[in-house]
């Protein structure tokens, strides 16, 4: 380790881990960038990039990318419960539109600005081991597609590989706040059924959303309760369906429209884990995950991702110590993330809304300003604390 052939090695290059690598080595730090799959190709998600995250594109210079794949920006989100439906603006001026393109697009143009901000980048290459020295990670060994083994050293390596992150299992890390899961969700893409608005619909035991994508597709995804996931298996379309008709105006309008893709269905743990040691971090899902309920996973991998790219640089050139930096990333993700993850998983128990709520949406009904608010409370935008703080409560209950 007296000469690493590299200062940092990022094992996933989705969306946590090529935004981490770009970053690094924007900043001039010699990155190596690894993933088993190979680009483009798709992923499970619900790929929904709220304004916080588009804003972090923006940042990037890659935002004009996203748009030029033809993906629409989405300017209003829709919350039906029922009884009433709120609408708003989810953005700010600054970054006014959420967007929802194809994982075989955006994981494309993340992975090729980490090149070309100057990352080696290895596709279909498997990490078989995280290399430890005197208790400290030092760096991976693995193999490429002609099976060729290779050791490669670094003073810190990085999982960005997801829930099943081979990093995280090399280093077991603390789990916390964790919670089993709590809702089943498939999704597919339909033709023919237009909207500019991201929709989310609310019933008991159910839920589903619909969000605009590529080539004119919209993105459909509905579910239920974790619980009925052996129950409902084998009849998912039907179930789906019978979903859909709780809101008889939504109905109406898929059964105009055209499955064009199969049903990709998924269920997670809910969990937080300590997100460094001794050579080693965790980024986006593979140092917390919740439920995909909120679709706030690719807005927390890009945040996530710029809070570990300063830690880094912290430590690697600024002379902060490891600990100290990295224990500074912990405490900036988890107030960030933390009260947003509580609020999740009271969504993801699909349980009918407590008065608070119903009073909420009532109160907030058909007043533009404070519908937008809360369309900004789902978009990442404000906080669950600062949101349901006593006096911004009085004020939208007013």
């Known amino acids: 380790m007296t000469d690493p052939t590299y200062d940092v090695i990022v094992v996933g290059a989705r969306c946590a881990g090529a935004p981490l690598a770009m970053l690094l080595a924007r900043r001039g730090y010699r990155t190596l960038l690894v993933d088993r799959a190979t680009f483009p190709s798709d992923t499970v998600s619900t790929h929904v990039i709220h304004p916080p995250g588009a804003s972090a594109l923006q940042r990037w210079g890659l935002l004009d990318q996203i748009a030029a794949t033809g993906c629409p920006p989405v300017g209003r989100y829709s919350f039906d419960f029922g009884p009433v439906t709120v609408a708003g603006a989810p953005g700010t001026p600054d970054s006014p539109y959420a967007y929802a393109p194809r994982r075989t697009l955006l994981d494309k143009i993340l992975v090729d600005a980490a090149a070309a901000a100057g990352a080696e980048v290895r596709e279909d290459f498997t990490v078989d081991e995280v290399l430890l020295s005197d208790g400290k990670v030092s760096g991976i060994r693995g ?7 290779v050791v490669d050293r670094a003073p810190v390596v990085v ?3 997801g829930r099943n992150s081979v990093v995280a299992k090399a280093v077991s890390p603390a789990v916390y706040e964790d919670h089993d899961p709590l809702t089943v969700g498939y999704y597919a893409y339909w033709s023919n059924l237009p909207t500019d608005t991201f929709e989310a619909y609310s019933r008991p035991g159910r839920g589903w959303a619909v969000c605009p994508t590529n080539d004119d597709l919209t993105l459909v995804i509905g ?3 974790y619980a009925e996931l052996a129950t409902h298996r084998n009849d998912v379309e039907t179930q789906l369906l019978k979903t859909f008709s709780l809101s008889p105006e939504f109905a109406d309008r898929i059964a105009d429209a055209k499955r064009e893709t199969r049903l990709a269905g998924t269920s997670v743990p809910n969990y937080f884990r300590v997100p460094y040691g001794p050579g080693w971090a965790l980024v986006g899902d593979a140092g917390y995950n ?3 309920i909120t679709a706030q996973g690719i807005t927390d991998a890009f945040l996530d991702a710029e809070n570990l790219a300063l830690a880094l640089d912290q ?13 500074g990333y912990q405490a900036r993700r988890d107030n960030r993330a933390m009260p947003v993850y509580q609020m999740t998983l009271g969504i993801a128990s699909l349980q009918p809304p407590d008065p608070q709520m119903v009073g909420l949406v009532s109160a907030i009904a058909g007043n533009q300003a404070k519908m937008d608010a809360f369309a900004r409370l789902n978009s990442g935008v404000t906080s669950p604390v600062e949101f349901f703080a006593p006096e911004h409560m009085g004020r939208l209950m007013s």
């Open 143 to 149: 193999h490429d597609r002609s099976g060729l083994a």
């Open 315 to 327: 430590t690697l050139g600024g002379g902060v110590p490891y600990a100290d930096a990295l224990a």
């Open 223 to 225: 579910g239920w309760p």
């Open 290 to 292: 919740k439920d995909f």
């Open 159 to 161: 999982g960005a590989d």
